[in-house]
């Protein structure tokens, strides 16, 4: 009862019920929003109780007929370990039978005290069949959504019909606030209940975490053994908490005769003579073996008589068509002596969907409905361009974008999926040379060489045009509206072929206030040598370390040139990869102000060393000059030689390659803008190395 008053009650809840930190069911939460938003719940709830007080024990005793629930389990994933396997499903589905038949291997751990009224509910659950078109199914339905995580009610996508099946989602993580009671906790899986007004018809069922459901795979040694299902079901059957209503009874009570009163949840494995309400008569001690108590699984291990008796009640009144043969037969699990194999429906993927050429990738099956005989996978420039196992493993032999093929089929028939543009083959040299810079002041869109990422669709990194350093370009992040904690920013930058650089570095000025000393946004900068595989940390900053001006409560912009600081990143350990990926990431505090970034530049600030053969044998004249100049090349280094300007600020203001066959130049028609006063570099990296010269306007 206490976890129904935990909305009212928080200090009650922490201080008395400390045991159970670790919140594993919301179906009280959930339940609880349902009875502030419909005013006719709670009378159906005292009713339906009454009913089954008024229908006495006399289910006790054995039906002619077990009733079968068909079920369809759907899985929301984004091909991570919450897609798990059908043999894990089938898994939960062969415990919650045992549990709900009382065939449980444990069964003979229920004390002494309660073998007598511990019972077989005559409940068994089917996998179904045919889906509500009546197609053939296997039960499973596999639905790729990222509202796999921290999933709710918006969850439970595709639903069928609750009166001719039970509704299983899983998820990878689920929402601790469903209901807007839960503690913000980890939840292991929430219940709606039978009785009318209880939620929506298309979000009735269960939904339960991936890694909680069934006793293999990712669900393996958590302790649980399944049951979190075993009791999730028992909700959806209409089971309450065994500690629901606490030692008196408060509305809304478990009031089932034969399950003790329990004070507060139990968890962990308590001791054997555990008695938290000694008001009952006789005094007997909790039940925490059974399902509907908060125990560990391995420590539960019966419904009483008493639950069974809900659980008829629910059945002659609230799923009353569920379990007709009429709806058995409907749903294909009334004679399952010769389920007919379904189609297969083709569908694979690889989590790694960038790649170098000639890496090795491993590429997965996910086909699902029936199962498959055979496999002929198509790769796009692949070796092998074909194979026939489920999961292969290939190389691609040129860069650029390819697309997968698979078919499927078995004794039914075959099904085929195209990926086109799947995966991106990046090519071990990249045509990117560094050094290189982005200034964004031509800029009208992001640069084609930079792509984003967000968890927050409304932001993220974008093209400034109203400030930037020295300049009114740059990229930021509306950090300071639009931002909940932990938002990710992502800013990827095209591979660039390190062994032509100036300098092994990374730098960029950013510009960035905090709204308050609690605020820790972080900005961290990330190195590949292998395409993307394996990402190195090679710079990070949060909070007072990040800022580069004093805080401000109110929306920043940086005001000059003195609110910027240089970043310098060694990039010394990549001098030779000929496709370094890099990535900046921006992780919000959700209190945070706006950042700003300008001028990156990827290996482009001058050489500490000059080739002097080459050097000296360039020649750029007049020197100082009033704006334009002569270049003159020596014959041995004029093609494929690139000229980049940069100003005193290590701003680069351009980056050409000259043309080929010549060897004289004028500054004033490779760089098109006049140069004001000040000291220039001009860079010219060359096949043989590169060197910096200065040049001064007066
Ligand atoms: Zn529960």
Redesign the pocket.
Known sequence: MKKLFVIISVSIFVFSNFKTQAQ?????EYFQKQLNNNATLKNEIINAQQGIRLAGHSQKSARANVRIIPVVVHVLHQYGSENISRDQILDQIRIINLDFRRQNADASSTRSTFQNVAADCEVEFRMASKDPQGNCTDGIDRIYSSLTNTANDASKLNPWPKSNYLNIWIVKTIDGNVGGGGTGGTVL???QFPYPGSGATKTDGVIIRGDFFGSIGTAANNGYKGRVAT??V??WLGLF?TFQGGCNGTFPAEDVYDTPPVDVANSSCPASNWNSCTNDVPDLPDQTENY?D?ADGKCQNMFSAGQKDVIDYIFQNYRTNISTVANLKTTGVYDTSNTALCIPKADFYTPLLNVCQGSQIKFYDNSTRGKVANYTWYFENGNPATDNSADPTVSFTKAGTVYVKLVVSNASGKDSVTKTAYINVISNISGYKSPWQFGFDSNTALPAELSTFTTNSSNGFKLNKTTGYNSSSCLYINNYNNFNPGDYCELSLVPFDMTTKLAANLEFFISYSRRSASSFDNLKVFASNDCGINWNNIYSKSGGKLETTTSQNSSFIPASAADWRREKVSLSGYQAVQNLMLKFTFITSGVGNNFYMDNINIGGFPLATTNVEIANNIEIFPNPTNGNATIKLPETIYNNTRLIVVDMTGKQLSNVLLPNNSQTFELGNIYNNTLSKGIYQLIFVTEKGSVSKSLLVE
């Open positions: 594993s069911c919301l179906t009280d899986g929430y219940a009791h999730e028992g909700h908490h509907m908060y």
